[in-house]
């Protein structure tokens, strides 16, 4: 049995961790207000891109030779975007979205396809990293705070990726904010972009809801230049775009998981001081009763 010199050490150890996960618990609610704001701010745009170059695609008669609005019959290399985080403390942040590239990497390499990986965040590569893959891309060091710049550099290596030839599809995974409580592992894919239609909402077609929008498209649409030529500028933009919006969901997921997290630490320790103090009062308790029963019985024997 621990004696109270023991119980009270493992008291004020706990109360240490606890000072510390509160610290942490406030300083990801302050960061997350501002992640929720930049969130705000670019998701009508993100979403108003998405749409219009959904509609470019539809309204475009041909493809034009465009190396980036290429789509290849036969798919061979997939590359995926892990996007995790810097850094862990954050419950199963960084794990769900492992497991998911694990999941879809499973179900590539059953149809004889080869996944090609990028990561963004210490946790994603380290994570690949010790899985033996090797990593095409990693990027590090800004997740707690993305810029525009970071999105653009990724974007820029998928892009040249797809371009070259090195892979023929490119898929992204994400942790998407819902909630300081909720975050939902999201699967996108951002090329070849004939498969943004997916994404936009559209009704299928040869329904009359399918012939009525197209008709509606075409009556209230007008592109100057024509669609095709838009499309070569729209593309890479968007690309970015969708890439910079993953990385701000993902990182107020992360404060808001990490804020999770560390309230529940917060409380966990505050259970665990509460048993050692009843421990220890047992503890000290019984010390005493010890004591009076040797003074009793040290009594007894002077009689």
Do not use: C
Not at 35 to 64: C, D, F, H, N, S
Not at 213 to 226: D, F, G, K
């Amino acid at each position: 049995m621990a004696s109270q010199r023991d119980i009270r050490g493992r008291i004020q150890s706990v109360r240490n961790i606890q000072k510390i996960t509160r610290a942490m618990e406030m300083v990801a609610a302050a960061r997350l207000r501002r992640a929720e704001q930049r969130i705000a701010a670019l998701r009508p745009y993100a979403t108003a891109l998405r749409k219009m170059t959904g509609q470019v695609v539809a309204a475009a008669q041909t493809m034009p030779n465009f190396p980036i609005l290429e789509e290849r019959e036969n798919v061979e290399n997939v590359g995926i975007l892990l996007v995790t985080a810097d850094r862990g403390l954050a419950g199963a942040f960084n794990s769900q979205i492992i497991r998911a590239g694990m999941r879809r990497r499973a179900e590539l390499e059953g149809e004889g396809k080869t996944p090609v990986w990028y990561a963004s965040g210490r946790r994603g590569v380290s994570s690949l990293q010790f899985r033996g893959l090797e990593i095409a891309g990693g990027y590090t060091g800004f997740t707690e705070r993305p810029a525009f710049s970071d999105a653009r550099t990724i974007a820029q290596d998928l892009t040249a990726a797809y371009v070259d030839g090195k892979v023929d599809k490119v898929e992204i995974y994400y942790n998407g904010y819902i909630s300081p409580l909720t975050q939902e592992v999201r699967h996108e894919t951002l090329l070849p972009i004939q498969q943004i239609e997916a994404l936009t909402g559209e009704v299928e077609e040869g329904t009359p809801e399918h012939e009525g929008q197209s008709q509606h498209r075409r009556a209230l649409w007008i592109y100057e230049p024509e669609p095709e030529e838009i499309l070569q500028r729209l593309v890479p933009d968007y690309v970015e775009i969708s890439i910079y919006r993953a990385l701000l969901e993902s990182t107020a997921s992360e404060l808001g998981a990490r804020m999770t997290a560390m309230r529940n630490a917060s409380d966990n320790a505050a259970e665990i001081i509460e048993d050692l103090t009843l421990e220890a009062n047992r503890q000290r308790q019984a010390e005493i009763t010890q004591e009076i029963m040797e003074v009793v019985a040290g009594a007894e024997g002077l009689r």
